[in-house]
T-cell receptor, first 114, second 117 residues
Framework: AQSVTQLGSHVSVSEGALVLLRCNYS??????LFWYVQYPNQGLQLLLK??????LVKGINGFEAEFKKSETSFHLTKPSAHMSDAAEYFC????????????FGTGTKLQVIP | DAMVIQNPRYQVTQFGKPVTLSCSQT?????MYWYQQKSSQAPKLLFH???????NEADTPDNFQSRRPNTSFCFLDIRSPGLGDAAMYLC????????????????FGQGTRLTVV
């Protein structure tokens, strides 16, 4: 069984400040980990993914995440928040074998304050 | 160049009246998924097709059915929608190329927001 836990359902940051969204995973096999972003009334867009290559993963829109096995974490960061980053962010996990049945975390809504 | 297309984007149906949501893909992916996402919640997997093989999640209500007539299309049928079925329904695809060669992410459509009146 695999799961992810996102800490904080709502995060507020000032424009230009560091964004840090937390995700911890649980998996009995080597995981694939993802961050998706969802804008209101839209589908999910992949920000970045970890697939056991480099532990520091760079994604779109200036986001990156670091896989830390010792901490079972995959936190999402961005050095400087932009107003357009306001959205809901989902951490997700799937097993590394076979096709992807993705399990999502409960999501974190990011508010960017001007 | 949309790759996973869901129609319609917004659907209003009457309580108890069957409704069908559609999904098409241009990626030629062999796996298609349907997720239900209620307000302020995470997407929840209802079922998926691995090619023609249907795989239902254990807790998906019988009220929800699916059809996949060919690689490109997949339908979600709700036989008797209740007020609790109002949600965003997300279709996604991924590709299992066999022999451990997997495209590692799922591609999502824009979703269909279902309202039950």
């Amino acid at each position: 069984a695999q799961s992810v836990t996102q800490l904080g359902s709502h995060v507020s940051v000032s424009e230009g400040a560091l964004v840090l969204l937390r995700c911890n995973y649980s998996s009995s096999v080597p995981p694939y980990l993802f961050w998706y972003v969802q804008y209101p009334n839209q589908g999910l867009q992949l920000l970045l993914k970890y697939t056991s290559a480099a532990t520091l993963v760079k994604g779109i829109n200036g986001f990156e995440a670091e896989f830390k096995k010792s901490e079972t974490s995959f936190h999402l960061t961005k050095p400087s928040a932009h107003m357009s980053d306001a959205a809901e962010y989902f951490c997700a996990v799937s097993s590394s074998g076979g096709y992807q049945k993705v399990t999502f975390g409960t999501g974190t809504k990011l508010q960017v304050i001007p | 160049d949309a790759m996973v297309i869901q129609n319609p984007r917004y659907q209003v149906t009457q309580f108890g009246k069957p409704v069908t949501l559609s999904c098409s893909q241009t990626l030629n992916h062999n796996v298609m998924y349907w997720y239900q996402q209620k307000s302020s919640q995470a997407p929840k997997l209802l079922f998926h097709y691995y090619e023609k093989d249907f795989n239902n999640e254990a807790d998906t209500p019988d009220n929800f059915q699916s059809r996949r007539p060919n690689t490109s299309f997949c339908f979600l049928d709700i036989r008797s929608p209740g007020l609790g079925d109002a949600a965003m329904y997300l279709c996604a695809t991924s590709r299992d190329r066999g022999q451990g060669r997997v495209n590692t992410e799922a591609f999502f459509g824009q979703g269909t927001r279902l309202t039950v009146v």
